[in-house]
Nanobody, 116 residues
Framework: QVQLVESGGGLVQPGGSLRLSCAASGLAFSTYAMSWYRQAPGKERELVARLSSTGGTTTYADSVKGRFTMSRDNAKSTAYVQMNSLKPEDTAVYYC?????????WGQGTQVTVSS
């Protein structure tokens, strides 16, 4: 059974930092591209960052470029996103996704709230 478990969310003040983790089990982690998405209330889910299976290619949404850094540790079957200089508009539920051709899995999400 495939599981993706996000952790690290919480309440942070504007300008602060958080590091989200996505621990995967039940799949050949190193063969999957990993992504972080977010969904704010009343908005569609959007891609935040995507990292190839080898870690060689990373894509970021324009809104987070220069502030967020995605990484992965294939030995630990875990993906991360380091979020710095957080803004209130970063408030959302953050989801990780594992995908490869014809197959994808989602985590359950973790709430990030940026507020003073």
């Amino acid at each position: 059974q495939v599981q993706l478990v996000e952790s690290g969310g919480g309440l942070v003040q504007p300008g602060g930092s958080l590091r989200l983790s996505c621990a995967a089990s039940g799949l050949a982690f190193s063969t999957y591209a990993m992504s972080w998405y977010r969904q704010a209330p009343g908005k569609e889910r959007e891609l935040v960052a995507r990292l190839s299976s080898t870690g060689g290619t990373t894509t970021y949404a324009d809104s987070v470029k220069g502030r967020f850094t995605m990484s992965r540790d294939n030995a630990k079957s875990t993906a991360y996103v380091q979020m710095n200089s957080l803004k209130p508009e970063d408030t959302a539920v953050y989801y990780c996704k594992a995908d490869r051709v014809w197959t994808y899995y989602w985590g359950q999400g973790t709430q990030v709230t940026v507020s003073s």
